[in-house]
């Protein structure tokens, strides 16, 4: 991969988008390296000079995309923030964070996290429990959940709410779709803030 990272900056990152996104559109099994030259419009045959195999370039992107969303999670994260919800639109910030960077870097994070193609299952399980996983679970333990009713599931809402947010950031695809970033991450907070008044015991109490 020397030879990979002696291009242009630009060049890497028009390489590395169009990888991105074709695994997180396509799985790693569905994918070829002649989608991945296709996409960034460069010959099948530099795709494999630079990586090797379709498998190092999964790992590659798994190690890029986990590594960034670590950096980003320990630069922003704060220990003394402990509740739900804020906790979930701090969540929702680092994912922007890394999609300003690489625009499907979340989304193929997320299905390479539960890839199960035995060619990288291994790896990526060994990845996942190494210090990425490590790092990962210490600056997401510790969330408050004392304060919602009884009959609420956290672990349930949050599942929910994760996949709404990861539906609404996979539909900015375009230039035009990301003007409104703003737009949708308030309205999405407002959502967030509905919900902590209805479900949690102490807001309930004042209505």
């Known amino acids: 991969m020397e030879s990979f990272f002696k291009l242009r900056a630009e060049k890497q990152k028009n390489i590395i988008d169009a990888a991105l996104n074709i695994f997180a559109k396509n799985g790693y099994k569905k994918s070829s390296i002649g989608d991945i030259a296709d996409e960034a419009s460069i010959s099948k045959g530099m795709i494999s000079y630079y990586f090797g ?8 992107l798994m190690e890029l995309c986990g590594g960034l969303l670590v950096d980003e999670m320990e630069a922003r994260f704060d220990a003394g923030e402990t509740d ?7 969540a929702n910030d680092i994912k922007i964070s890394v999609m300003k960077k690489y625009r499907s870097g ?11 193609d035995p060619e990288v299952k291994t790896d990526i399980a060994n990845f996942l429990n190494g210090d990425i996983g490590l790092r990962m679970s210490r600056l997401t333990a510790s969330t408050d959940i004392s304060g919602f009713k009884n009959d609420v599931d956290p672990s349930l809402l949050e599942l929910f709410i994760i996949r709404a947010s990861d539906d609404l950031l996979r539909g900015l695809r375009t230039e035009k779709d990301k003007e ?16 902590k008044k209805h479900m949690y015991i102490q807001e309930s109490n004042e209505l």
Do not use: H, P, W
């Open 53 to 60: 195999s379709k498998k190092n370039l999964f790992m590659y």
């Open 84 to 90: 739900f919800f804020d906790r979930i639109k701090l």
């Open 106 to 116: 979340i989304m193929f994070f997320t299905v390479a996290c539960t890839e199960t």
């Open 180 to 195: 409104k970033l703003n737009i949708i991450v308030d309205e999405f907070n407002s959502c967030l803030d509905m919900l």
